[in-house]
C-alpha cells in the first residue's frame, strides 16, 4: 500500500456484512448498512506528548476493531475503498 497515516491515525479496511438475517431474509444491497467492524491496515507511529515522548498505540495491523458508526474519514487508495480514524474513535479490538 502506497499510504501511511500520521501521529495516532488508523487506515481500516471495513470487513463485508452480512447478505441474510439469522432468521432467514436476504438484504437488498440498497438496505444495507456499512459495516462497523474491520481489518487494521495501517498505523501512525503514535501521537507525541508534551515533554516530546511518542505514545505508541493500542492497536496494530491485522487487529479485528469495533469502530464508531460516524466515524472516520473515506478514502480510495489503490482502487479499494478504506477508512482513516483516530485511535480514539476504535471502541475496541475483537479478539
Excluded at 460516524?70 to 482502487?79: A, C, L, N, P, Y
Amino acid at each position: 500500500m502506497a499510504f501511511r497515516p500520521l501521529h495516532d491515525r488508523v487506515v481500516i479496511r471495513r470487513l463485508e456484512s452480512e447478505e441474510k438475517t439469522k432468521g432467514g431474509i436476504i438484504i437488498p444491497d440498497t438496505a444495507k448498512e456499512k459495516p462497523q467492524e474491520g481489518s487494521v491496515v495501517a498505523v501512525g507511529p503514535g501521537l507525541r506528548s508534551d515533554d516530546g515522548k511518542l505514545a505508541s498505540l493500542d492497536v496494530k495491523a491485522g487487529d479485528r476493531v469495533l469502530f464508531g458508526k460516524w466515524s472516520g474519514t473515506e478514502i480510495k487508495v489503490d482502487g479499494e475503498d478504506l477508512l482513516i480514524v483516530k485511535e480514539a474513535d476504535i471502541l475496541g479490538i475483537i479478539s
